[in-house]
Antibody, heavy 121, light 108 residues
Framework: EVQLVESGGVVVQPGGSLRLSCAAS????????MHWVRQVPGKGLEWVSL????????FYADSVKGRFTISRDNSKKSLYLHMNSLRTDDTALYYC??????????????WGQGTLVTVSS | DIQMTQSPSSLSASVGDRVTITCRAS??????LAWFQQKPGKAPKSLIY???NLQSGVPSRFSGSGYGTDFTLTISSLQPEDFATYYC??????????FGQGTKLEIK
């Protein structure tokens, strides 16, 4: 059974930094790209970032480019999102999702339950 | 970047109704489109991929169609558990893989 468990969400001040983690199990982690998607409470889904299976390629939404960095540790079956220069509009529930495509890029077929990041002074 | 536009943004319907949600891409995306269902307090759930393929375990009352820029999600006979918010997302070529703004399906 595929399981994704996010952690690391806290209350942080504007301009601060944070690292989110996603622990994966139930599939061959090193064979799949991984996504981060966020959702402001009560609003829609926003795709944030993707990292390919061997960490050789990364992609970002314009809204986070230059401030967020996605990474992964295949030996630990873990995905990360390093968030710098946080702004109040980064406040959201952050989901990690497993890509459906084996060694490719597509949509997230399995999602975690999310971790809440609140940026506030 | 490709923009995804869903319509309507909200919809009221009754159990047993047939409903259709539309998603339009700002440029052609072949059939690289997925649909998701999200219930309050829950993570999104994948329903359909490649525009018309049902994810394993998804009831057959759900169907998808379309190619290029215009896509639809149809629920043939609404059940009480189908009242939720639905999102489309493209995954054409390389990211960013944008979502539509969502369609909230409510009980009439």
């Amino acid at each position: 059974e595929v399981q994704l468990v996010e952690s690391g969400g806290v209350v942080v001040q504007p301009g601060g930094s944070l690292r989110l983690s996603c622990a994966a199990s139930g599939f061959t982690f090193e064979d799949y790209s991984m996504h981060w998607v966020r959702q402001v409470p009560g609003k829609g889904l926003e795709w944030v970032s993707l990292i390919n299976w061997d960490a050789g390629n990364t992609f970002y939404a314009d809204s986070v480019k230059g401030r967020f960095t996605i990474s992964r540790d295949n030996s630990k079956k873990s995905l990360y999102l390093h968030m710098n220069s946080l702004r109040t509009d980064d406040t959201a529930l952050y989901y990690c999702a497993k890509d459906q495509s084996h060694r490719g890029y597509s949509y997230g077929d399995y999602w975690g339950q999310g971790t809440l990041v609140t940026v506030s002074s | 970047d490709i923009q995804m536009t869903q319509s309507p943004s909200s919809l009221s319907a009754s159990v047993g109704d047939r409903v259709t949600i539309t998603c339009r891409a700002s440029q052609g995306i072949s059939n690289h489109l997925a649909w998701f269902q999200q219930k309050p307090g829950k993570a999104p759930k994948s329903l359909i991929y490649a525009a018309s393929n049902l994810q394993s375990g998804v009831p057959s009352r759900f169907s998808g169609s379309g190619y290029g820029t215009d896509f639809t999600l149809t629920i043939s006979s609404l059940q009480p558990e189908d009242f939720a918010t639905y999102y489309c997302q493209h995954y054409n070529s390389y990211p960013p893989y944008t979502f539509g703004q969502g369609t909230k399906l409510e009980i009439k």
